[in-house]
C-alpha cells in the first residue's frame, strides 16, 4: 500500500455514485488508489463525478445501472471485470426515499406516505430498490470476488433499518432488510473472506433529504433529536465506507455501523 493510499490497487463498484454519499464514496475511494466504477440512473450527473475524479488523478468511469434490472447487474460485473481485471470492493449505495418526486418541499415529517394510504405500487417500488438491488448486486459481486479472494461488500442501511418512526414505513422495511440480509450474507460468504457489513447513516445533507429540510420544521426536529447538533456531510458517511472497504476492516463483517451524530443512542 502506497502511503495515504488505503486501496491501492483495488477495484471498486459504487452504486448511487452520481449524488449525495455514492458520489462522495467514489471520491474518497479513488483518493485512496482504487479504480472506481461509478453506477447509476442519472448518467449526465454521474459522468460528471467520473470526469471530475479523473481530472483530478484518479482513475473512475461511469456506467448506468438500475439495481433493479439483474441483466444491468450481470453485465456491468462482468465489463468491470474485463476492463480492470478484477473487483474487490462492491458499495451498494442507491436508494430512494419513496417521497413524491414532484414535492420540492416535504410538507409533512415523512418523506413517504402514512401505511394506509401506501399503495402496493409505492410499497414495491421502495423495496425493489432499496432491497432487492442490494440482493442483485451482492449475489453477483459473490463471484469475481472468490475470484479476488476476498473483497468488501457494504450495503448502505439507515437508522431508518434499526429503529422505527411514525411514517415512510416501506422505507423502514426496505433498510432493516438491508440490515439483516448483510448479516446473513457476512456468515455465508466468511469462508470466502468476503465481509459484508451494513452502514446506518443519520440525517445526511444530499438531494435525497433536501426537500425535508428546506421544510423548517422538519430540519428542526431533526436537528434537536441529534446529540451532535448538525446534520451529516456525505463526507460523513463516505470516511465509514472507506474504512470497510480497506484492508483495515480485514476482521469486520457482518457488523453495522451506526454514523448518526448520536441520533440512535438516544
Ligand atoms: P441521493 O443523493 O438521492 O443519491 C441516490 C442516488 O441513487 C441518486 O443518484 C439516484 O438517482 C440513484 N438511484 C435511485 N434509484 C436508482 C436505481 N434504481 N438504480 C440506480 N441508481 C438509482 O441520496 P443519498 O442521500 O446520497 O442516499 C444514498 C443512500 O444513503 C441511499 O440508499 C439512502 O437511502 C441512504 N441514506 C441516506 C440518508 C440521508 O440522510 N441522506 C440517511 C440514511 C440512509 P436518481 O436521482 O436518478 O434517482
Redesign the pocket.
Known amino acids: 500500500m502506497q502511503p495515504g493510499k488505503r486501496l491501492s490497487d483495488k477495484v471498486a463498484i459504487v ?2 455514485g ?5 458520489a462522495e464514496t467514489a471520491r474518497a475511494f479513488a483518493l485512496h488508489g482504487a479504480r472506481v466504477v461509478l ?4 448518467a449526465s ?1 454521474g459522468k460528471a463525478v467520473a470526469r471530475e475524479i479523473e481530472t483530478a488523478g484518479g482513475t473512475a468511469l461511469f456506467r448506468a ?4 434490472q439483474e441483466p444491468q447487474w450481470i453485465a456491468l460485473i462482468d465489463e468491470t471485470e474485463r476492463h480492470f481485471g478484477r473487483l474487490d470492493v462492491l458499495a451498494n ?5 419513496g417521497r413524491d418526486p414532484t414535492q420540492n418541499i416535504q410538507l409533512t415529517q415523512t418523506a413517504g406516505p402514512r401505511l394506509a394510504e401506501q399503495t402496493l405500487a409505492q410499497w414495491e417500488q421502495v423495496m425493489r ?2 432491497a432487492t ?1 442490494v440482493f442483485l448486486g451482492t449475489k453477483y459481486a459473490i463471484a469475481p470476488l472468490q475470484r479476488a479472494r476476498g473483497g468488501s461488500i457494504i450495503n ?1 442501511s ?3 433499518g434499526i429503529v422505527g418512526s411514525f411514517g415512510n414505513a416501506a422505507y423502514h422495511a426496505s ?1 432493516g432488510a438491508v440490515r439483516i440480509f448483510s448479516k446473513a450474507a457476512a456468515i455465508q460468504y466468511a469462508p470466502d473472506r468476503i465481509r459484508v457489513n451494513s452502514i446506518h ?4 445533507d ?4 433536501r426537500p425535508g429540510h428546506a421544510n423548517p420544521d422538519v430540519a428542526k426536529k431533526r436537528l434537536e433529536a441529534t446529540p451532535l447538533g448538525r446534520f ?1 456531510t ?1 463526507a460523513d458517511i463516505a470516511m465509514g465506507c472507506l474504512y470497510l472497504a480497506s484492508d483495515e476492516a480485514s476482521w469486520v463483517t457482518g457488523s453495522e455501523l451506526v454514523i448518526d451524530g448520536g441520533m440512535t443512542a438516544n
Request: net charge negative; glycine share 18%; aromatic share 2%.
Open positions: 452504486t448511487g452520481a449524488s449525495g454519499i455514492g453506477a447509476d440512473s442519472d450527473l445501472l438500475d439495481v433493479c449505495i442507491a436508494g430512494i426515499s430498490v432499496n438491488g448502505i439507515s437508522i431508518c433498510k447513516p443519520g440525517f445526511v444530499t438531494p435525497m433529504t451529516g456525505p
